[in-house]
């Protein structure tokens, strides 16, 4: 059998290899292009970063700083901050903001806060949010205000992590404007203000008509930072018509560990949601207040484990009073999963002392 002749002259083979090698070379020269330039943008970067840290040590000079930022590039520029963001301490970020006060790479963002696209609106926003002058916080004060959605909450925040007061009562008084949000970024927006903001929520959290979205991330807010004046307030929230609040409300009572409110954490120990029932079982455990054990160990019967699960661990930290209702229920509750959860709280104690 022999094998048949494809019938190809060398003129054919090479008019096929010749163009296959110069694409492949020219694949070749552009990568390397691409790699030359990733050095060079990586290059860059740390002559950048050099020149930041020598200024905060004192051995580069406010002009010679301004220079150095004055002949990069964009790019390189606000990646670099964007990397100290994360590294500096707020004394040193305030030091360094106002030395670069009104350089052109803020100004060139502040003109493309008025781009047509979106989007690098919302990028001009971010990147204004790093560095905020006297300058940037006009601007993004007019993107809070102008929209869309996407820019407002980029410039919010921005504005919020310079502490912006005006940006703070321009949000609470739009309640509405980032009503798309999730929760936990409208929480992320008003920790952001810092501390000095909580006497304004607190303030806000007092009046009867509030945007529900917005008075949960207020609520969530005044807890994780632990503001105890505001107890009395949160607990009103524990009778709200929307089990998504008063959940906030009993988890909040739990951070802030306020006895006053336990008479309202009792009664929310019946609520119809399970999930504030839990929360509110959780929240007594955190208070180990004596009288809270027969409203609890009744919960051990509750149909949610989460809710005897939380109420068992409440009984468990309360101490020795807590700890014999739990050896009650273990052996005489006609509820095998109430004598469950007590024998696994009992024995987690245990654990915990040894």
Known sequence: MTTPHLGLSRDAIAAIVIPIAAIAAAFAVIRAVARRDRRDARDR?????????DYLESRLSGRELRRAVQSGDDATFWTTLETLAFRLKRSEWRRLVHELERNRHEAA?????????PWRRELAARRLGLLPSRAARRALRRALEDGPGIVSFAGAMGLARA??????????????????????????????FGRGALPAL?????GDRLDRRLERAIVETLGLARRTAAATAIARRLLSSDPEIRLTAARALGRLRTPECAAALLSALTDEAWQVRAQAARALGRLRLPVAIPQ????????????RRHAAYALSGIGDEGCAALRGAAEGSPDPYARDIALEALENGRRKQA
């Open 45 to 53: 970067a740390r002559s950048l970063m050099r020149a930041f840290a």
């Open 109 to 117: 963002e502040r003109l493309a806060l008025r781009d047509d696209s």
């Open 163 to 192: 502490h912006d007061a005006r940006a703070l009562r321009w949000i609470l008084g739009n309640p509405g404007a980032f009503a798309t949000r999730s929760p936990q970024a409208r929480t992320a927006l008003l920790r952001a």
């Open 202 to 206: 607190e303030k806000a959290l007092e």
């Open 296 to 307: 609890l160990s009744a919960c051990l019967t509750d149909r949610s484990w989460w809710v």
